[in-house]
């Protein structure tokens, strides 16, 4: 009998610190099949990947405890791919935010999805 292959659903990490926009992106996501988990601070963000690699990440610039890049850093290091959705231009931030994909709040959720999607897409053919 031939093993049959499961596919595991991508994993999205959402790191925004507004609770709709969140919800938003998550639901959009998870339309497209990803499993997502949601974080609104970089203390959270850290305490999550201590424990999870994602497959992409979804950053706000400007979270509840500040502006520091640190879970970026983090995520850049892993290689993990990450769009940067915010109000903030990342030119004018952290460097480990420049060279992302950049959607500039507000935008629309298809759009980021559809980003998120390709980049995850990306991913897995390298």
Not at 63 to 77: I, M, N, P, T, V
Not at 92 to 100: E, K, N
Request: charged letters at 20%; proline letters at 8%.
């Amino acid at each position: 009998m031939p093993e049959e292959i499961v596919m595991q659903a991508p994993l999205a990490l959402i790191i925004e610190d507004e609770y709709l926009i969140a919800c938003d992106v998550a639901d959009g996501l998870k339309a497209l099949g990803f499993e997502v988990a949601c974080v609104a601070s970089e203390r959270a963000a850290a305490t999550w990947l201590d424990d999870n690699q994602p497959d992409l990440a979804i950053i706000d610039i400007q979270l509840l405890d500040g502006q520091r890049g640190a879970a970026a850093a983090r995520l850049k290091e892993a290689g993990v791919p990450f769009v940067v959705h915010s109000g903030y231009d990342p030119a004018f931030q952290s460097p480990v935010f420049h060279g992302a994909p950049f959607l500039p709040k507000p935008a629309p959720i298809r759009h980021l999805v559809e980003l998120a999607s390709r980049l995850v897409g990306d991913r897995t053919m390298s």
